[in-house]
């Protein structure tokens, strides 16, 4: 199937599927995964809206035991306005995590991570942004 995450520890093991769990090596495998994004232009402006998505997961990192523990989806989005001032200048006004949605909680006692997964959740909360750019 197309949503494993087949991984061997030694040449010897057999394989164990990751996907939807947690390896050491690779962080959090959960088994949707998605960024999606509209953007609008008309003339010198821009609009844009995206949503990152990472679906549930388990702290799971092997076979299901009863002390695995699901970590929640977590989907953020993203706006931002463009404007293109001429030829040579460009600026874009950009909003990361608009509604400021908390990463899920991941206690993961024996790997020694908690209150979150850094390899897919994003502490800072909502927070902006502004590019300029010049061609020269």
Avoid: C
Wanted: charged content about 20%.
């Amino acid at each position: 199937s197309s949503d494993l995450f087949l991984k061997r520890s030694t040449p010897t093991v057999a394989a164990f599927d990751y996907a939807g769990g947690v390896n050491i090596d690779d962080g959090a495998l959960p088994r949707w995964r998605a960024v999606s994004s509209l953007f609008w232009t008309m003339g010198r402006y821009g609009v844009g809206v995206q949503n990152t998505h990472v679906g549930r997961y388990s702290t799971r990192a092997g076979a299901p035991t009863a002390s695995d523990v699901p970590v929640d989806a977590y989907s953020t989005f993203d706006v931002q306005l463009s404007w293109q001032a001429g030829k040579r200048v460009s600026a874009v006004l950009g909003v990361r995590n608009v509604l400021d949605e908390a990463e899920p909680f991941f206690n993961r006692g024996g790997g020694g991570i908690y209150g979150f997964d850094p390899s897919v959740a994003d502490t800072r909360g909502r927070n902006y942004y502004l590019r300029v750019t010049t061609k020269f």
